[in-house]
């Protein structure tokens, strides 16, 4: 059974930083583009990046690049995400997702193409 688990989630005021995990329990190997998405109040699930099963490659979506940062360790099976310069528009639930499928900009931006989903965890940035 896979379980994706976040954690790190809080309340920061703006310019504050956060470090979302996501621990990975369950897959039969590493071989998983990772990715992190948001979703806030009234609002559609909202990708935010995603990293290839090897680190080699990563994407961000705009919103949050230059001041959100993916890393992952495979050897604790856990993903992370580095939140810098945290505004009020970043609050929302966020989400981890594992997606069997090869690491192509069409396939990660894409939340039907992840298969298993974590339960998400709640970011709130106060101004």
């Known amino acids: 059974q896979v379980q994706l688990v976040e954690s790190g989630g809080g309340s920061v005021q703006t310019g504050g930083s956060l470090r979302l995990s996501c621990a990975a329990s369950?897959?039969?190997?590493?071989?998983?583009?990772m990715g992190w998405f948001r979703q806030a109040p009234g609002k559609e699930r909202e990708f935010l990046v995603g990293i290839s099963w090897n680190s080699r490659r990563t994407y961000y979506a705009d919103p949050v690049k230059g001041r959100f940062t993916i890393s992952r360790d495979n050897a604790k099976n856990t993903v992370y995400l580095q939140m810098n310069s945290l505004k009020p528009e970043d609050t929302a639930v966020y989400y981890c997702?594992?997606?069997?499928?090869?690491?192509?900009?069409?396939?990660?931006?894409?939340?039907?193409?992840?298969?298993?989903w974590g339960q998400g965890t709640q970011v709130t940035v106060s101004s």
């Open positions: 369950g897959l039969t190997s590493n071989n998983y583009c």
């Open positions: 997702a594992a997606s069997a499928l090869r690491f192509k900009e069409v396939n990660i931006t894409i939340h039907t193409s992840y298969d298993y």
